[in-house]
């Protein structure tokens, strides 16, 4: 996602972090307790946007690939 590696703080960006918002709260609504989301090991600047609105990192999960 090209918006998720630069600097977080344009007016996109709160465009980004209402659509967010927005998701939880549709999902809420449909009786969600939790949400969960997913982003690439070593991408900062998207760890900082979720742990902002109150996300907490519970792993780090590694992808393995073998060419075969």
């Not at 980004?16 to 969600?32: D, F, I, K, T, V």
């Amino acid at each position: 996602m090209d918006y998720i590696s630069r600097p977080f703080g344009g007016a996109e960006d709160l465009e980004r972090l209402r659509h967010l918002y927005e998701g939880m709260r549709r999902l809420q609504a449909l009786g969600a307790t939790r949400v969960g989301v997913n982003t690439g090991y070593g991408n900062d600047p998207a760890s900082r946007l979720y742990e902002s609105v109150g996300f907490q990192r519970v792993a780090l999960d590694y992808s393995y690939v073998k060419k075969v």
